[in-house]
T-cell receptor, first 112, second 112 residues
Framework: TAGITQAPTSQILAAGRSMTLRCTQD?????MYWYRQDLGLGLRLIHY???????GKGEVPDGYSVSRANTDDFPLTLASAVPSQTSVYFC???????????FGSGTRLTVV | GESVGLHLPTLSVQEGDNSIINCAYS??????FIWYKQESGKGPQFIID?????DKRQGQRVTVLLNKTVKHLSLQIAATQPGDSAVYFC???????????FGSGTKLNVKP
């Protein structure tokens, strides 16, 4: 089934450790996004990429980095995790900017 | 309707009744709106969209109404079914930013 694959599904991470959340899409969408979802808050954009080779900062970028080496992959890295990064992370893609998103199933991250 | 906070507003309806979920958006310049459905443990799924040059759009069992005067969006679900139980949230797209801003969501409980 075409769509977005995120890995891992869930993870418990010790504070101070680094981690990369993986995201792969097979729809050849130009734009990709990383959001975090916290209870009672809307999805908040962390980083985005309008096309392969470019990235940009979203609403809450601090403590996260991304890369977009090719069209399909958009990994999110936490260099030194802190408890406030405990959240559910969703990767999404769209045909272009301003187009509806297709979302992955999410990664539930707990930083202890 | 949706609001920012620690708890999601909840709408409980009887199976077979119609549901109306509301959303107040923030920016009068927003020109494109989407409703998403998010089931427990899954990523958001596109339901229906509407552009600002329209005030109503119908899909299968769903209707979206847009009132630009008061910056209000609603999702109407006809003959609500147990499978409709989920969190619903709206997203607005602001021109020139080409990013979506998401509401916090409303939880719909369908009682059998």
């Amino acid at each position: 089934t075409a769509g977005i694959t995120q890995a891992p599904t869930s993870q418990i991470l010790a504070a101070g450790r680094s981690m990369t959340l993986r995201c792969t899409q097979d729809m050849r969408h130009n734009a990709m996004y990383w959001y975090r979802q916290d209870l009672g808050l809307g999805l908040r954009l962390i980083h985005y990429s309008n096309t392969a080779g470019t990235t940009g900062k979203g609403e809450v970028p601090d403590g996260y980095s991304v890369s977009r080496a090719n069209t399909d992959d958009f990994p999110l890295t936490l260099a030194s995790a802190v408890p406030s990064q405990t959240s559910v992370y969703f990767c999404a893609s769209s045909e272009g900017t301003g187009a509806p998103h297709t979302f992955g199933s999410g990664t539930r991250l707990t930083v202890v | 309707g949706e609001s920012v906070g620690l708890h999601l507003p909840t709408l409980s309806v009887q199976e077979g009744d119609n549901s109306i979920i509301n959303c107040a958006y923030s920016n009068s310049a927003s020109d494109y709106f989407i409703w998403y459905k998010q089931e427990s443990g899954k990523g958001p799924q596109f339901i229906i969209d509407i552009r600002s040059n329209m005030d109503k759009r119908q899909g299968q069992r769903v209707t979206v109404l847009l009132n630009k005067t008061v910056k209000h969006l609603s999702l109407q679900i006809a003959a609500t079914q147990p499978g409709d139980s989920a969190v619903y949230f709206c997203a607005e797209n602001i021109p020139n930013f080409n990013k979506f801003y998401f509401g916090s969501g409303t939880k719909l409980n369908v009682k059998p």
